[in-house]
C-alpha cells in the first residue's frame, strides 16, 4: 500500500484519522484535512479523545471564548490527548501566561504587553538587521549549508536572548534546551517527555540564577523587569518570573524558527513566487502573511470546554477537550479561494490564525512579522538564487510544523 493509498484508507474511515500523532504532521496532511472539512466542521479525533476544530470561524470563536473554554489545562494536542501530562509537568496555571484564565491573565498579559507596543518593537529593527545579515554573510556562494543551522535557529534565539538579556556566551546551549523541552510534543513518546522535563528544569534552573543576579544588579533587559516586577503594588513571586523567562524563550524560538525554515523551502518550491518577491521586495509582508497561513508554524492550541456548548452542530460536555487546529483553519476555504495554493499576492492572507486570536493571541506576533520581514528582505537581497540541496527533515511534533535540517545551496 502507497503512502497516497494510506491517506485514502484514513479518510474513508474517518475516526482513525490519529490527529494526536507527531508522525501525522510530519507528513504534511493538507489532503487529509481538507477531505475531513469536507465531511464535518469538527470533528471527534477517538485515538486522541478530543475534539477537533477544523473551520477558521468556529477557531475564532471559541478562542475569543475565554469564560467557557479555559486556557487552564491541556493547551496542546499532546496534553489534549494525555491530560495527565499537565500536572506532571509541574506547571502551576494560575502563573503561567499561557495557562492561565481571565481575570488573572488579564492582568499578568497587561504587565508584559507594555514592551511588546509597536513603537518599542519597531526600535529592535537595527538590531534584528544586523544580527541577520551577520548570520547571512556567513553563508558562503556555491556551498552548500544547512538553512536550520546557519539562520533558522541563531537569528530568533539572538532576538530572544537581547531582549531578555541574556550574555551571549549563553546562547547556544539555551536554544538546545529550548528545542529539548519543545521535543516533549511528539505525544507518542515517554522518552521525549521525560528529556524535556529535565531541560525544562535546566531552563528554570538558568534563569533563577539570571533573576538573582539582576536583583543584585538591574540592566535595561527584560529579565530585570521580571525581577523587579509588580502587579497590582504586589512583587511577582519567583515562580511567575521564571515562567515568565521560559514563555518567552521557548514561544519566541522554535515558532520563528520554523517559519524561517518553511518559508525557504515554500519559496524554493514556487520560484515563480519568489522571483516575484524578488523583482519587487514591497511584496514581502503580505509574502510573510501568506507563509504563516500557509504553514502554520504553530500546529494548533488546545482548550478545555467549562460549559455545554455546541460546535458544527456537535454537542460539548463540560470537561471535553477542544483542539483548534490552526493547520485545518489556515486552509479553510469558507475564507480563501483555492486556500491550498501559495500565492504572495493573496487578498487577506492576514486573516490566518497563525498567531491564534483572542485573549491569549500571540504576544510576539509583530516581533516575529518584523524578524520574519528582515530576514526575507536581506536573504533576498543577498541570497536571491537559494536552491533545495537534498531531503528536508521534519521535526517530528504535534505543537510545531518545524523543520530540523534543510540543505540549500546559493548559485
Ligand atoms: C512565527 C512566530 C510565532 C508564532 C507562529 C506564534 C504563535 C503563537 C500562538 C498560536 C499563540 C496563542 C496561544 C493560545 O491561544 O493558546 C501564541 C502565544 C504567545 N506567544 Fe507566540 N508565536 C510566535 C512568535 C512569538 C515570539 C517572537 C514571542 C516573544 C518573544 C512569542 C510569545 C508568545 C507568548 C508570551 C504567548 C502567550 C500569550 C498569552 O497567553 O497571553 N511568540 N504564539
Known amino acids: 500500500m502507497g503512502a497516497g493509498d494510506e491517506r485514502e484508507a484514513m479518510v474513508d474511515t474517518p475516526l482513525s484519522v490519529p490527529l494526536e500523532s507527531a508522525e501525522f504532521y510530519v507528513g504534511q496532511p493538507y489532503d487529509v484535512l481538507r477531505r475531513l472539512r469536507e465531511q464535518a466542521d469538527v470533528y471527534w479525533c477517538e485515538s486522541g479523545g478530543f475534539w477537533t476544530l477544523l473551520r477558521h470561524a468556529d477557531v475564532v470563536r471559541i478562542s475569543k471564548d475565554a ?185 519566541g524560538t522554535e515558532t520563528t524558527d520554523a517559519t524561517i525554515s518553511n518559508a525557504l523551502v515554500t519559496l524554493a518550491e514556487h520560484h515563480e513566487q519568489r522571483d516575484a518577491v524578488v523583482a519587487d521586495p514591497s511584496l514581502i509582508p503580505n509574502a510573510v502573511e501568506e507563509i504563516l497561513r500557509y504553514v502554520s508554524p504553530v500546529i494548533a492550541m488546545a482548550r478545555t470546554a467549562l460549559a455545554q456548548d455546541v460546535i458544527g452542530g456537535e454537542r460539548i460536555a463540560p470537561g471535553e477537550r477542544i483542539v483548534l487546529l490552526y493547520m485545518s483553519a489556515n486552509r479553510d476555504e469558507h475564507v480563501w479561494d483555492d486556500a491550498d495554493a501559495f500565492d504572495v499576492h493573496r487578498e487577506r492572507a492576514s486573516a490566518h490564525l497563525a498567531f491564534g486570536t483572542g485573549p491569549h493571541a500571540c504576544i510576539g506576533a509583530g516581533l516575529a512579522r518584523l524578524e520574519l520581514r528582515v530576514v526575507l528582505e536581506e536573504l533576498l537581497l543577498h541570497l536571491p538564487n537559494l536552491r533545495l540541496n537534498g531531503e528536508v527533515t521534519r521535526l517530528r511534533s504535534t505543537l510545531i510544523n518545524g523543520i530540523s535540517s534543510l540543505p540549500m545551496i546559493s548559485r
Request: glycine fraction near 4%; proline fraction near 5%.
Open 67 to 251: 469564560q467557557r473554554y479555559s486556557s487552564a489545562g491541556a493547551i496542546m494536542i499532546d496534553e489534549a490527548a494525555h491530560p495527565e501530562r499537565v500536572e506532571a509537568r509541574g506547571l502551576d496555571a494560575g502563573e503561567y501566561l499561557l495557562r492561565t484564565d481571565p481575570p488573572r491573565h488579564l492582568r499578568l498579559r497587561r504587565f508584559v504587553s507594555k514592551w511588546f507596543t509597536p513603537r518599542s518593537i519597531s526600535a529592535l529593527e537595527g538590531q534584528i538587521r544586523d544580527i541577520a545579515r551577520r548570520q547571512i554573510a556567513e553563508i558562503e556562494p556555491n556551498k552548500d549549508f544547512d538553512v536550520v543551522e546557519m539562520l533558522a535557529q541563531p537569528v530568533p534565539i539572538a532576538v530572544v536572548a537581547t531582549l531578555l538579556g541574556v550574555p551571549r556566551s549563553d546562547w547556544q546551549e539555551l536554544k538546545r534546551l529550548a528545542a529539548a523541552q519543545s521535543a516533549a510534543h511528539d505525544a507518542g513518546s515517554e522518552d521525549t517527555f521525560r528529556a524535556a522535563a529535565v531541560a525544562r528544569r535546566d531552563i528554570l534552573d538558568y534563569f533563577r540564577e539570571q533573576l538573582r543576579e539582576r536583583r543584585e544588579a538591574p540592566r535595561d533587559d527584560l529579565i530585570t523587569k521580571f525581577a523587579w516586577g509588580e502587579i497590582e503594588g504586589q512583587p511577582l513571586s519567583l515562580e511567575t518570573q521564571l515562567l515568565f523567562c521560559l514563555d518567552f524563550l521557548v514561544a
